[in-house]
């Protein structure tokens, strides 16, 4: 090999490298630079939003937006009952998810496999072909717009459940085995054999619960109508449409949505590494 | 002492512990049995009759005063020649688009992303990682909201785009649609005859043709900002598993990177990618928040959607029968495209 072509080859790749950091950076940029906007925003004034959209910095910098929302508004109401469900729902999850999920998993039983088809079939429904079908049932129950109607129907999910079985299915048998010949009740060994054994499983339902009812909205809107009620997602939603404001009223909206991404900004800084690898756990095939 | 205690359990034969471990299967079942048999396999059933019958929303659908009505519901949306099939066949076009827009783009955008942060020598991984996925955990309220305000008249993107020296559309309150717009820029401003005065769901084939409205592009591209980090990471971890063996075999054959990815990489992700456009479809036909938040279907109908339709139908015009009919409906049509897509792209020897 001549001298040059050596020489050149890394400069060549050097080349590359920093056209692909570019390209990375440029993409992160699109990614970041909405969110890093709603937060400016939120803090600005109407005025400031409207004249300069793009910019980063307020001028000037005001908290009135904050002000407004949770001292004037039903704001707290929201974030109060969007908290009840959230917690409520995945405390349910937990629970639920991972004794059906150790049932179909470890206990042999008759009409095992019937109640895994169910389950299977369950998934395959598309979630917004039962939003009237849940108003339904909700309404016939009684428990149309109450904590029972907005809860009880999102305590179990298939998925979980799925997610559940495949985990216990991975750890070995024989520490179970050991507890049932030193006569301890399924209850007793699920409970406290198995259960905390399960941890990581655990918090993977813990963070999709989390998630999924913290962002709900459309089982909200079919489960109940009072404005004590109302929960972030269907609150925030009425804001986009206007009802609090006359004008625009960007910077309210945007400190809206910003408050009520911090949750699940939060749990996704926390979970980070087990969020990343449980979906890629989910998907080995 | 607790050997000779457990010692007659022991052998107390295998059928008792085992009639005891029935018992707990159905126990440990029977909550998540129970709360999806009230919860969705009792209202599947209630709302098929309710899609058969003429329940006007006051009382009990279930009461002796409702009447059935067969399929007029069903007829009412797809021949009733009235606004009801003009409405459906609208939400259906206007969805069509979305899905065939979103689905596509939002798989190839993913996997690039996903190839591009893939880099074994990479500083920042990690951080552009949690870039492109944390629109992914953020709620479909909040994000649409923030659409809301980033493409409204004078917003950001409009203002970027006119420091490009480009006039934005006015995003949101725009019903026109996109392809119309191209063949109206090269001077084709009205379809022919043939198109015009035939047509499908009381919309012309003209209509059918019209592209999504520059409102519902606006929602393509937000689908495919929130979508695109999760299946990332479905790419990523499909890229994971592959071997270094075989693309290494292939560049010591002089194969360049571009020849690698097409017949090597992709060829082996063929599972991943199946995944993830079958998911991309369901959630793609489900469009139903970024509407009820964000434009309620309109402007000019154009964002209508087959699910917000539906819940507009029942909750707010109480055609309680005809919102039903319209769910089951588009039930069968996801149910179908995904038979059909898993058909297309079955494994062939």
């Not at chain 1, 206990?107 to 079908?133: E, N, T």
């Not at chain 1, 009684?142 to 559940?164: Q, T």
């Not at chain 2, 591209?221 to 790419?235: D, N, P, R, V």
């Amino acid at each position: 090999m001549n001298p040059t072509t050596r020489r050149r080859l890394p400069r060549k790749a050097l080349a590359g490298q920093v056209a692909l950091y570019a390209l990375l950076i440029a993409l992160a940029l699109v990614y970041v630079y909405p969110f890093l906007v709603q937060v400016a925003t939120s803090v600005k004034t109407e005025a400031d939003a409207a004249a300069d959209p793009v910019s980063l910095i307020p001028d000037p910098l005001t908290w009135a937006a904050y002000g407004r929302l949770f001292l004037r508004s039903d704001f707290p109401v929201w974030f109060a009952n969007s908290a009840v469900v959230t917690v409520l729902v995945t405390a349910g999850r937990v629970f639920f998810d991972s004794l059906a999920g150790y049932a179909l998993a470890r206990l042999r039983f008759r009409g095992r496999s019937v109640v895994y088809a169910a389950l299977v079939a369950v998934m395959a429904v598309p979630a917004v072909v039962l939003l009237i079908p849940k108003f339904l049932v909700i309404n016939q129950l009684g428990i149309y717009d109450s904590y029972a109607g907005m809860v009880l129907p999102l305590l179990v999910d298939a998925a979980g459940v799925f997610i559940m079985k495949n985990f216990f299915e991975s750890i070995p048998a024989s520490v179970e085995e050991q507890a049932r010949i030193d006569g301890a009740g399924t209850f007793r060994i699920f409970w406290s054999v198995v259960l905390p054994m399960a941890r990581p499983a655990l918090v993977t339902i813990v963070i999709l619960s989390f998630q999924g009812s913290w962002n709900e909205l459309s089982h909200f809107i079919v489960s109940a109508q009072s404005p004590s009620l109302t929960t972030l997602t269907k609150g925030v939603a009425s804001l986009a449409s206007g009802q609090l404001s006359q004008g625009s009223q960007y910077p309210i909206k945007l400190a809206a949505a910003a408050l009520m991404t911090v949750p699940v900004a939060v749990m996704f800084f926390v979970f980070q590494r087990r969020i990343m690898n449980a979906s890629e756990g989910a998907v080995k095939e | 002492m607790s050997a000779l205690a457990t010692a007659p359990r022991r052998a107390g034969s295998p059928r008792g512990l085992r009639r005891g471990e029935a018992l707990a299967g159905w126990a440990f079942t029977a909550p998540v049995l129970l709360i999806l048999g009230v919860f969705l396999l009792v209202p599947v059933l209630m709302a098929l009759w309710v899609s058969f019958s003429d329940w006007s929303g006051r009382g009990s659908p279930l009461s002796s005063d409702v009447g059935f009505v067969g399929l007029d519901n069903y007829a009412a949306v797809t021949t009733g020649g009235g606004l009801a099939e003009r409405d459906f066949g609208v939400a259906l076009r206007n969805n069509a688009w979305y899905v065939l827009l979103v689905v596509p783009l939002q798989t190839a955008l993913s996997l690039f992303l996903a190839v591009l942060v893939n880099r074994a020598v990479l500083r920042g991984r990690g951080a552009f990682r949690t870039a492109f996925y944390f629109p992914s955990v953020t709620s479909s309220v909040a994000i649409t909201v923030l659409w809301l305000f980033l493409f409204s008249t004078s917003g950001v993107v409009n203002t970027v785009l006119a420091r490009l020296g480009i006039a934005g559309p006015n995003w949101f309150n725009e019903p026109s649609g996109v392809l119309h717009n191209l063949l109206g820029a090269l001077g084709v401003r009205s379809g022919p005859q043939a198109l015009t005065e035939h047509g499908f769901l009381g919309l012309s084939w003209w209509d059918w043709l019209a592209g999504p409205s520059v409102a519902m592009s606006a929602f393509v591209l937000m689908a495919i900002f929130t979508t695109s980090g999760t299946f990332m990471l479905l790419f990523l971890a499909g890229l994971q598993n592959l071997g270094p063996d075989v693309d290494e075999a292939a560049m010591v054959d002089g194969a360049n990177g571009w020849q690698r990815f097409w017949r090597i990489t992709l060829p082996q992700l063929r599972p991943t990618l199946f995944t993830v456009l079958t998911l991309g479809l369901i959630g793609s036909w489900q469009v139903f928040d970024q509407i009820y938040t964000g434009t309620q279907g309109g402007p000019g109908k154009t964002t209508l959607t087959p699910a917000y339709l539906s819940y507009q139908s029942a909750f707010l015009s109480q055609e309680w029968g005809r919102g039903a009919a319209i769910a089951f409906i588009l039930f069968v049509i996801i149910v179908l495209l995904t038979i059909l897509q898993r058909w297309i792209l079955r494994e062939r020897r």
